[in-house]
């Protein structure tokens, strides 16, 4: 089977992400919203999830994105860039003890 | 019972347990068996929600059960809700079936759906452990290696054997591994007083045993053959084959049924009332369902149209709504089929609200070429046929969506919010 490579630079994933981010990201009361960034071991890529918790109501979880790249610099990049436009709570799974290649900090403590 | 001269070999029946919500979990680096998570469809004709899987905690916990609905779903902050993303499930699963070839050769791995194989392992297994069992553990093992994902394993001397234990056993079992042989087979399977739990048994079916005064699978077993295909007809001997674990099917032996038809179906997300409406939705149907047909290279010659009323409309009515056929001159366009569809349509729609709709093709044959018609101006037929040909061609390399009638954008229409969609449900972000 060919491997077909979706060339994709890192703002243009920002992009992607944060447009599928804004359809459900309503900011209502009382609820709390988290981007869920995985490592996914399995397939080797980065899953980006949107996690709805309304207070004492069922959470609903929302697929944004997968970063085929699993190039942690890229991944850097494109959460670098995410940064700059959107001030929504990030957190990291499947991560372990990795470290940020230029940051060089813990990647799980966000 | 003398079951020498039956075939012996050795079959695994093999699925993924909760097969999508284990899929969503793992995406979410979520422990399958642990996480509390829902597969939950929000297409528009869903009713607020269709639940299409659920992890087996959720099941335990809340009691869900697949197909249940929206509403039936408690509002609790443990429960985690997810969309369904169905061309993430067909990858997996091929990846899962990639890993069984590297234990049966490719012709003996059989896909029965999204989330079972076949295994026909006669062959092979020795070369993977001393016991089938042995064998059945490495390949869970290898996986939920690769996968994260767990897999249930039935084991058997022949297809039925295999599904049996998968069905009755395995999914029990905490090792996740269930055996049937012909010598074991009485004595597991016989106390079975339930007789809907075992494959191929409806809730029909069942009811007629026992009304014939058959409660179990003993009883079944050591009825009288004559008596038993009097009453079920040929269903009757294979009932009487399935109660003693025998199975000739050859799975190499691949059936092809006699009438191959193409169609497609669809519940709409409100009742139709308006005949131009409904009228879309049928044409659409019908040039999604003759554009699979000319990608076979096939043409029908005969058309059907089925059409379910709306609840209100049944009640009134009496029936639950229409359908019919008509044999057609060979044609694979699009134009063509749609006319003999609505003619179809507007011969018996009196009005009633509408809910499904389904069309379908058959008698289908070669498309070797044009059969010009005497009758109608030959540069006319070329250049329709042409045209054809060229949609195709567009759709092929540009998506369904690039180039569509104007009627699609039409107040009714439903063509474009599901071309999106895999098997009736979200098919996933479109570049994920």
């Excluded at chain 2, 299409?52 to 959720?58: C, D, H, R, V």
Aim: net charge negative; aromatic share 8%; with cysteine.
């Amino acid at each position: 089977m060919g491997v077909i490579v979706l060339i994709e630079t890192y703002d243009q994933a920002a992009k992607v992400i944060l447009e599928r981010l804004e359809k459900d990201f309503l900011r209502q009361s009382r609820t709390i919203y988290q981007m869920l960034i995985v490592r996914d071991r399995f397939d080797e890529a980065y899953n980006f999830f949107l996690e709805v918790k309304p207070k004492n109501h069922r959470e609903k979880s929302i697929p944004l994105h997968t970063l085929e790249n699993y190039d942690l610099g890229y991944l850097e990049s494109v959460v670098h860039s995410l940064r700059k436009q959107t001030q929504i709570t990030m957190q990291f799974k499947g991560f372990g003890e990795l470290v940020w290649p230029q940051a060089q900090t813990r990647i799980s403590k966000g | 019972m003398n079951y020498d001269r039956e075939p012996h070999g050795v079959y695994f029946m093999i699925d993924n347990k909760s097969f999508y919500a284990s899929v969503e979990s793992v995406a979410r680096e979520d422990d399958p068996l642990e996480s509390v998570i829902v597969v939950m469809s929000e297409a528009k004709n869903t009713n607020g929600g269709l639940i299409l899987a659920a992890s087996p905690k959720a099941k335990e916990l809340f009691g869900i059960t697949n197909v249940s609905r929206c509403r039936d779903l408690p509002d609790d902050s443990r429960l985690k809700v997810v969309p369904p993303r169905m061309n993430l499930y067909i990858k997996k699963n091929l990846q899962i079936n990639e890993i069984f070839t590297q234990f049966v050769a490719d012709e003996d791995c059989y896909p029965y759906s999204i989330d079972e194989s076949i295994l026909d392992m006669t062959k092979s297994w020795r070369l993977f452990g001393r016991t089938p069992l042995e064998v059945a553990h490495r390949m869970q093992t290898a996986v939920h290696d690769k996968l994260g994902l767990w897999t249930t394993v039935g084991i058997g001397e022949n297809p039925v054997q295999a599904k049996l234990a998968l069905d009755l056993f395995a999914k029990h079992d905490n090792d996740r591994i269930g055996e049937l042989t012909y010598e074991t087979f009485p004595q597991k399977i016989w106390p079975i007083t339930n007789l809907v739990s075992v494959w191929s048994i409806g809730h029909r079916t069942a009811a007629h045993l026992e009304r014939v005064g058959i409660h179990s699978m003993d009883a079944l077993a050591h009825s009288n053959p004559y008596e038993l295909k009097k009453e079920f007809g040929i269903i009757g001997t294979q009932l009487l084959a399935l109660a003693w674990g025998i199975d000739h099917s050859q799975l190499s032996k691949l059936l092809t049924p006699n009438d191959k038809r193409w169609g497609n179906s669809q519940v709409l997300a409100r009742d139709y009332l308006v005949q131009r409406e409904i009228e879309t939705v049928i044409k659409e149907i019908g040039s999604q369902v003759a554009s699979r047909m000319r990608h076979h290279q096939q043409q029908t010659g005969c058309v059907s149209l089925m059409i379910g009323f709306s609840y209100a409309s049944a009640e009134t009515d009496g029936r639950s709504g229409f359908a019919h056929s008509m044999r057609i001159d060979t044609t694979d366009s699009p134009d063509q089929i749609n006319q003999y569809l609505v003619y179809l349509f507007r011969k018996t729609w009196d009005g009633e609200g509408i809910r499904n709709i389904a069309v379908s093709l058959s008698h289908l044959s070669a498309n070797d070429g044009l059969q010009l018609d005497l009758f109608k101006d030959p540069h006319a037929q070329i250049k329709q046929n042409l045209m054809i040909r060229v949609l195709d061609k567009i759709h092929d390399q540009f998506g369904n969506t690039a180039l569509i009638p104007a009627s699609s954008l039409l107040h009714g229409a439903t063509m474009l919010e599901r071309s999106s969609l895999v098997g009736g449900h979200n098919g996933g972000n479109s570049f994920d």
